[in-house]
């Protein structure tokens, strides 16, 4: 009698351990499910339809607030029928690593945005995106984008995302500390690139601001500059094979001796830091950065700045610019209609042009919505804007125009070819082996 | 001593929870691991049986033996520097000096602090330009020793190294709860006798938490071999792959879509683990005979 009551109380110990399991991960699954829920009701439902938006354009980013009104703009206007719902996400890698990570588990967020053409390549393979063709050639909706760009972020002929921020890249002179170094014109050359660093050098001052760590950011977007300059406005069509390649190589190397002694591992943190408080005096990025310029720059940074298109080569390929779309917006596929009409909803409504025009104004970015040039009230970014637009061309920078695989390959190559273990042919070399 | 059958279901009546549950996330993603490991994938496609070409691929990368490299130099510094360190705290602490309380808490610091604020603190240090070694470099007249410590091949791996040594705390506290459990009587026989502090140690404390430390040299070796976090956040790898350690190098294969690649080096990851781990308990058992 005493063993089978023994027994009977390890059995019901055991039991309510697994059942305290398994309820454990039964309450997290009904919780993962909730908005699953949602997606399979009818229409006849009064339920809120939710979508979820893990998004990068929270926190420190400069269309944080204006994009968050958006958000919450949407919600009012739809309240009781729609609910855009954000997860914040602040890390570019980390957001990019969870997008590749619920694509490729056929969990695909309701919305969410890419990075590159190489990703949105690869996820349109999983049959997990909403085609969107119809919905962009819609009336109401065609004539939102500028021109060509719907088209060329196709595969196959289909929409599976459209283009939303443009990024602009611009050359960014300091000209109090270019003064103070006895520079009188912005540099329009590399020769004259060269003397300038070397007059900054001169008094203390960090030439140019470079970074080998989360990508290389800001090193990539000089590699595209002295791509332009090196192979003209074609640089990208015999692949990495064109010796525009190498030459912008040792370019590139060259600025290494003109930069801060934390280059090697320097982030894109460090790199902003330098340039914000005047500690380094030329640096390159997207008009976006003009808003983090200003609220988080020294005093009178942003009055003294000078911007510039690219440097000419032996007196060649001047004056281009550097550009590419810098986010993709795309919808998971969903199976209930109301909720595609849902996602179209919110598309529309962020693609408002005068929507754009207050995020432009208030970040610094360019979309790829088609606004009123004049309507662009910050002095720069209009500046980027009319410099962009006079360019003889443009080339769209390393990243977006390169395989995923070479992207990433294109620190630890910078980094070999900076510290001397590779020569620049070596270092496409390395480029070239990773996208094998 | 024979187990009654009526004990022997009560017993695996207890196991099985806890064996579905490391058959379901361990044995089953192992073998998961080991199969994709032949194929080629991108994570979105379907997967393409390709044989042994990612293995053949990983060991023809120069990256993957240094991070192998790194990895054993890093499994060996956390045997052979940070478990040594920490008996040496242990030994200390356990004899209740002065204060032992705080410096307990001191040493086991670093192990309840965010990862991510640690190696914000560590970049804060090394950085070139504003950090604080360098300019204790500076104050002390050795301006001509400072560089960028992250960023130069020959002093990175040191330096993610040393700051690596610091989590010494999770051992110490294994070996002081060893030391805790050992009966005074012996240390009365041995005063008795007439041995010293150091006699006692070394004669006493060390042979009796003996399997204290086999616990901290397997996790310090098993810590050491998957270690990724310090990597990842003081140089990504860098400079130009001098830091990579196997987790890392797994990591950037993922990023680069090429699963079948990360597979095939978490094999090589797990292979590795076990041989050190069996010629742990091989060492340990030498002595013991």
Known sequence: ???????????????????????????????????????????????????????????????????????????????????????????????????????????????????????????????????????????????????????????????????????????????????????????????????????????????????????????????????????????????????????????????????????????????????????????????????????????????????????????????????????YIAAGIQEDPAKEEAVKAFFKYITEADKIVELSNSSGALFAIDIDASSITDPLLSEIAQQSSDAPFMIGHFQASVSTAVVNEFSAALESLVLGDVTAEGFVEQLKAADE | MRVRKNDRIGIILFLLPALILFMVFFIVPIIS????????WNGISEAEFIGLSNYLKIFSDKVFWTSMRNNIIWALSACFIQVPLALLMALLLSKKPKGWKFFRTVYFLPQVISGIAIAMLWSAVYNSEFGLLNGFLKIIGLEQLTKNWLGNPDTAFICVLVYGLFYIGYYMVIMIAGITGIDDTYYEAARIDGANRIQMDIHITIPLIKYSMLTCVTLAAVFGLRTFEQVYLLT?????????????????QMQNNNYGGANASSVMLILTGAVVIVLIRKLFSIKKD
């Open chain 1, 1 to 327: 009698m005493k063993k089978r009551k023994k027994n009977l109380e390890v059995l019901i110990i055991v039991l309510l351990l697994g059942l305290s399991t398994l309820a454990a991960c039964g309450n997290s699954a009904n919780n993962a499910t909730q908005p699953e829920t949602s997606k399979t009701n009818d229409n006849s439902s009064d339920e809120v339809i939710t979508l979820t938006f893990p998004c990068i354009w929270v926190g420190a980013d400069s269309k944080a607030e204006v994009f968050g009104n958006m958000v919450r703009g949407f919600n009012e206007e739809y309240a009781g029928k729609y609910e855009v719902i954000i997860e914040e996400q602040t890390d570019y890698d980390a957001y990019e690593d969870k997008i590749r990570t619920l694509v490729s588990t056929g969990a695909a967020p309701d919305i969410f945005t890419m990075g590159t053409y190489a990703d949105l390549e690869l996820f349109s393979k999983s049959g997990k995106l909403m085609d969107l063709t119809e919905f962009l050639e819609s009336e109401g909706m065609a004539g939102r984008f500028v021109e060509g760009v719907v088209d060329n972020a196709k595969i196959e002929g289909v929409n599976y995302a459209f283009p939303y921020e443009n990024a602009v890249i611009s050359i960014m002179f300091n000209e109090r500390l270019l003064d103070e170094a006895g520079v009188e014109a912005i540099p329009q050359t590399y020769e004259e690139l060269w003397e300038a660093c070397e007059a900054l050098q001169a008094i203390n001052i960090i030439p140019t601001t470079q970074m080998t760590n989360d990508n290389a950011w800001t090193s990539m977007l000089w590699y595209s500059y002295a791509l332009a300059a090196c192979g003209g406005p074609d640089v990208y069509e015999n692949g990495l094979d064109d010796p525009a390649f190498v030459e912008a190589a040792e370019i590139l190397k060259k600025m290494f001796d003109y930069t801060s002694s934390d280059a090697i591992g320097a982030d894109a943190t460090v790199v902003n830091g330098h340039f914000f408080n005047e500690r380094a005096a030329i640096y390159t990025n997207g008009s976006w950065i003009l808003g983090r310029i200003q609220t988080e720059g020294v005093e009178g940074l942003y009055d003294n700045l000078a911007l510039s298109a690219g440097l000419s080569v032996n007196g060649e390929n001047g004056g281009a610019y550097v550009n590419a779309v810098q986010a």
């Open chain 2, 33 to 40: 691991v080991i199969s994709m490991s032949c194929f080629n």
């Open chain 2, 236 to 252: 990504n790898g860098g400079p130009a792959n001098r830091t990579s350690v196997l987790v890392l190098y797994l990591y950037k």
